[in-house]
């Protein structure tokens, strides 16, 4: 059964400070890594990994994958009270077409 | 701009009743997915289409049908509604497998009395 599995489920921190989110997986044939962006309705996308050592990034979010530990990060830093939200890590697995599987999502909370 | 567009957004029901989710979308995609999201669960998938025509069972089927009878649509239905079925229901697409990222619906919001 594949697994994904986020740390910690939830954090809270003062606006500024730089956050690592984790999520590491035991998948069957693994084909990609995302982490999605909820807030209060559908999550949004940030980031898709597929190669390990790449480094993903978008402002002050940025993501990397390790293939050989199977663990992939998210950073944020500068935080800013808009980024709190669940952050959502899910991978792309199998031979088929049956979807992503989820983490259970890490809560941000980002206190002025 | 729709996107994924889901209807109701907010349902309540006894056990017992039935009751059927809707989910549009406009960017002509193939994948089609249904999703529930419970508190600390995460998101857990109860069925999916690769196309009109075609539904396959996720992680948790039990008490759910779905039909894909147009491309666009993806249907999901509960025959006999449980409280365990009190959740947040996202429809999800996407162009093909192997491209990863899925565009979520804003959510349906059930409550099973």
């Known amino acids: 059964e594949d697994k994904v599995v986020q740390s910690p489920l939830s954090l809270v921190v003062h606006e500024g400070d730089t956050v690592t989110l984790n999520c590491s997986y035991e998948v069957t044939n693994f084909r990609s890594l995302l982490w999605y962006k909820q807030e209060k309705k559908a999550p949004t996308f940030l980031f898709m990994l597929?190669?390990?050592?790449i480094e993903k990034k978008s402002g002050r979010l940025s993501s990397i994958l390790d293939k050989k530990e199977l663990f992939s990060i998210l950073n944020i830093t500068a935080t800013q009270t808009g980024d709190s939200a669940i952050y959502l890590c899910?991978?792309?697995?199998?031979?088929?077409?049956?979807?992503?599987?989820f983490g259970k999502g890490t809560h941000l909370i980002i206190q002025p | 701009n729709a996107g994924v567009t889901q209807t109701p957004k907010f349902r309540v029901l006894k056990t017992g009743q039935s009751m059927t989710l809707l989910c549009a979308q406009d960017m002509n995609h193939e994948y089609m997915y249904w999703y529930r999201q419970d508190p600390g669960m995460g998101l857990r998938l109860i069925h999916y289409?690769?196309?009109?025509?075609?539904?396959a069972k996720g992680e948790v089927p039990d008490g759910y049908n779905v039909s894909r009878l147009k491309k666009q649509n993806f249907l999901l239905g509960l025959e006999s509604a449980a409280p365990s079925q009190t959740s947040v229901y996202f429809c999800?697409?996407?162009?093909?497998?192997?491209?990863?990222?899925?565009?979520f619906g804003e959510g349906s919001r059930l409550t099973v009395l």
């Open positions: 597929t190669s390990s050592g």
């Open positions: 999800a697409s996407s162009y093909g497998s192997h491209t990863g990222e899925l565009f």
């Open positions: 899910a991978v792309e697995a199998g031979w088929g077409a049956d979807g992503l599987t």
């Open positions: 289409s690769v196309g009109e025509g075609t539904t």
